[in-house]
Structures are given as structure tokens and as C-alpha cells.
């Protein structure tokens, strides 16, 4: 049986998770969440996540630390972390970024903090 549901969801109305991530719209291969004016100076430990993801810069400067290589965000800019990859970022100057992850990130705990010693288990 195909799902034809068709969602739409109010940013403003929509649950934030414990990183400061606004969960958006999710189906059941794909989700997406909102990052809004993240504070400059603030960095993310080190994770590894079973999940991949896109995102795209809406406002303000990053830099994400990738396997070793440092890529700097800026509006316009957009960026992919594979599954499995251990990352970090720093915010540079208060950001705002849209990401879309796959599978999707809140279900299963996939988005609970895991540190870099985390097994992969793809």
C-alpha cells in the first residue's frame, strides 16, 4: 500500500531537540530540521551519526571539521556529511542553516549524542 499523506509543518509550532535543532517535516527515508542563530562560539563535540546528511546556509559563518579536513559555511554554501563520518562544527558568527538527514535523525535515537569513540554500526 503506497502512503500518500501529505504533512506540513509550522517551524514556529515544531518541537526542538536537545542540540537546539528545530525538527521540521519527516517522512520515513528523510527528515529535515532547522538550525536558527546558532550562537557564534559555540562548537559541537565530536560525533559520528548512522545517518547522512545535506544541509544548506541560510545566514552566518561555520566551519565544520570533516575526517580531518576543515570546511568553512557561509550563506549559499552547501555541505554533506556521510554516515559514519566523524565530525564537529564551529560557529563562527550566528547561524542558520536548513539540514535534511536519511534516514530520518529523531527516530530510533539517532540523534541522542554519540562522541567520536562511537562504533560505527551502519
Known sequence: MTDTTVK????????????????????KRISMR????ENA????????REYETVGYVIDGRAE?????QTIRLEPGDSWLVPAGAR?????????????ATAPPSQVHGRDEPRGADWPERL
Open 87 to 99: 565530525h564537529t562544527y564551529r560557529i563562527l558568527e550566528p547561524f542558520t542553516a536548513v539540514e
Open 8 to 27: 506540513k509543518v509550522h517551524a514556529p509550532d515544531s518541537p526542538k531537540g536537545e542540540m537546539g535543532q528545530t525538527y521540521l517535516v519527516s517522512g
Open 41 to 48: 562560539g559555540n562548537s559541537k563535540p565530536e560525533s559520528v
Open 34 to 37: 532547522l538550525w536558527e542563530r
Open 64 to 68: 565544520l571539521e570533516l575526517e580531518g
